[in-house]
């Protein structure tokens, strides 16, 4: 019996992982451009960190986390809490008051899986701590929708206001009294809501509960006046920047944590898993996991769902190539080639060769599969009389070139030859 990989976990097979390298560059590249600095976190935490910051009441935390109940600990299915976690634990504000930090890797959550909806996934996952300031929010997104573009990915913006301690209560129970009114024709998810989390009612996916918060009241029509005012000015900072944005009021994001701005980045190419990324202010949590008293805001990107929207999209991607692939032929050039090979890769060039004693043409066509820029030919009779031949492999143009005995300075000049300004150390 063949075992297979576990419902839900899935293999990124060697021509996809081509998608998802260029995908992680581009992301470490375009952080970097806004001052973001990579952190690299523990998969396992304490099972509380997720309880205190993500929210006892919320699917993630009721049920989709993978814990080991005995040993008290959680596999993360998010980054948000790991790395406020580290921050704290480190105090990592006291080298600099504003943090962008930065984590890319794998979050787990029981769901039911389904295209763009995995047991584990991966994101992407920016954080800005320590500064309370709407340009900070308009920033971030708007390096949300550089990395989009620079992927070849379309994708709408939407954004709210969640409001802050001060309003959000007032808002909460009138929304809970509307909710009530209209309990028997909500699904039995939201009724349970009302109780527990009446805001995550706003954004049940089912038609019907859709249907009946049309009417409800508007957290943006409840925001204080300084929450108000820092909502207007993140509006602001997205025109100033160039960033198309729609405001959507019933957009609650499904963790507790969120104050003031929340955003997702939106697209209708992916069936019903439409968020492609999300995030959003959380000015009270640092201080709420036993840190300091310090704002931030951060967002994730699901890899999985930018993948597949990348080949959908047909995004370009680097081909990797051979930079020069020795076909030997017979026995004593396969010996010449050997160490040839090994000093052109130490030199710093892709380079292959073929083990098993093949024809010319089946080698020409291995060189051609591992995308070869050239290929030297080497005859065990063209080693006698010192020359090879090396093949443009895109002109087919073909050159003699005399060998040298020695393999490491065989490698130098040929490295010379086939890569343009390539640095030689010899
Ligand atoms: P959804 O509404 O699709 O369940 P979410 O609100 O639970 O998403 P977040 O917790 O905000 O998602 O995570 C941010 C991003 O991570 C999502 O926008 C999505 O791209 C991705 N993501 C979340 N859960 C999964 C999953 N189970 N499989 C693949 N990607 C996921
Ligand atoms: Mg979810």
Redesign the pocket.
């Given at each position: 019996m063949k075992i297979k990989a576990i419902n839900g976990f899935k293999d990124i097979l060697p021509e996809e992982a081509v998608r998802w390298r260029f995908m992680e560059e581009k992301a470490r590249d375009i952080f970097g451009r806004f001052g973001a600095r990579e952190i690299r976190l523990p998969i396992l935490e304490k099972t509380e960190l997720f309880a205190r910051s993500i929210g006892e009441a919320t699917d993630i935390v009721e049920k989709e986390m993978y814990t080991f109940a005995d040993k008290g600990i959680t596999m993360r299915p998010?980054g948000t809490a790991s790395l406020l976690r580290a921050f704290i634990e480190h105090g990592l504000h006291v080298q600099q008051p504003v943090q962008r930090l930065y984590t890319i890797g794998p979050m787990f959550?029981h769901?039911r899986p389904q295209k763009?909806?995995?047991r584990q996934?991966h994101?992407m996952d920016v954080e800005v701590i320590g500064a309370p300031e709407p340009a900070v929010d308009a920033e971030l997104m708007a390096m949300g929708r550089m990395l989009l573009d620079e992927l070849g990915i379309s994708a709408s913006l939407e954004i709210n206001s969640l409001g802050c301690p001060d309003c959000r209560p007032g808002f909460r129970s009138r929304l809970i009294g509307f909710l009530e009114n209209r309990r028997h024709r909500l699904c039995q998810d939201c009724r349970r809501r009302i109780d527990t989390n009446p805001l995550r009612v706003l954004d049940c996916k089912k038609p019907d509960c859709r249907a009946q918060v049309q009417e409800a009241p508007s957290i943006l029509d409840a925001l204080c006046d300084p929450c108000r005012d820092h909502f207007a000015a993140v509006c602001r900072g997205l025109e100033a920047l160039g960033v198309d944005h729609g405001v959507n009021r019933f957009m609650v994001?499904?963790?507790d944590y969120y104050t003031r701005t929340t955003f997702e980045f939106i697209t209708g190419d992916l069936g019903a898993?439409a968020?492609?990324?999300?995030g959003g202010r959380y000015d009270g949590l640092i201080e709420q996991l036993g840190g300091p008293a310090l704002p931030g805001i951060g967002f994730?990107?699901?890899m999985?769902?930018l993948a597949l929207l990348m080949e959908q999209q047909e995004t370009p991607l680097p081909r990797p190539a051979t930079d020069l692939f020795v076909a030997a032929l017979g026995e004593k050039a396969a010996a010449y080639a050997f160490p040839l090979v090994h000093e052109l890769r130490r030199l710093g060039l892709s380079a292959a060769m073929d083990h098993s004693g093949r024809s010319l043409k089946a080698q020409m066509k291995q060189a051609g599969r591992t995308r070869a820029n050239y290929t030297l030919i080497i005859g065990d009779n063209e080693l006698e009389q010192q020359e090879a031949i090396l093949r443009d492999m895109a002109t087919r143009k073909q050159e003699s070139v005399a060998l040298q005995t020695d393999a490491a300075e065989q490698a130098h000049l040929l490295a010379l030859r086939v890569r343009q300004n390539v640095i030689v150390h010899p």
């Open positions: 998010e959550r769901e763009g909806r995995l996934f994101q994001r499904g963790l898993q968020a492609i990324g999300a994730a990107m699901g999985e769902r």
